[in-house]
């Protein structure tokens, strides 16, 4: 009988490195395993739903709340990955993989990327300009949404975590230490 593909959840704030240690979890753990990855921004409504900041009182798409995620569709998507048993290893990365209790009961490791929230800002300025933003809107958008909603929803899904990995430090050590521990797994 096939074996079940081994899970990992993969969480943190926005920006914090989450697509970085997954893209280099599958590039290092593909060449010996089947590797599926979901990422939990292909599960957004976008445009949805609207959020109005607590302080400036403005309205914004809401991007950072769990009902903002179709869950239905994602969990859809993560049984048929996870029931696949040509997978060897189901990759699940986004602000709310450990927040929804369907998905964190079923990781065999939950991963938590740590980054202090100037660095995030920083890093989410620069992304959000690069998609036509300007530096106010980016910045005054995180400040008054954004960095609620992780205080909110996504840091108290850290205690899930079996490990926690600096989003500051170097990339590959984190994904070599975590591929190293999956691969001891299988």
């Keep these: ?37 979901l990422r939990m921004d292909d599960y957004y409504q976008w445009g949805a739903m609207k959020t109005i900041a607590p302080i400036t009182r403005i309205e914004y798409p809401e991007h950072n709340h769990p009902d903002a995620v179709d869950t239905d569709k994602l969990h859809q998507d993560f049984v048929a990955a996870i029931s696949d048993y040509t997978n060897d290893i189901v990759l699940i990365e986004g602000v709310f993989s450990l927040y929804f209790d369907q998905l964190r009961k079923k990781l065999d490791l939950k991963v938590f ?65 975590i591929a190293s521990y999956i691969e001891a797994q299988l």
């Design 113 to 177: 990327i740590d980054l202090k929230s100037d660095e995030r800002i920083y890093r989410r300025i620069k992304r959000m300009m690069n998609y036509g933003e300007t530096l106010d809107e980016a910045a005054l958008r995180y400040l008054d949404t954004v960095r609620y909603r992780h205080d909110e929803f996504v840091e108290p899904t850290r205690w899930h975590a079996d490990i926690v990995i600096n989003g500051n430090a170097d990339a590959n050590l984190g994904a070599g230490i």
């Design 1 to 37: 009988m096939a074996k079940k593909p081994y899970i990992v959840g993969i969480s943190g704030g926005t920006c914090s490195g989450k697509s970085t240690i997954t893209d280099m979890l599958g590039d290092i753990l593909s060449k010996k395993y089947k590797v599926s990855v």
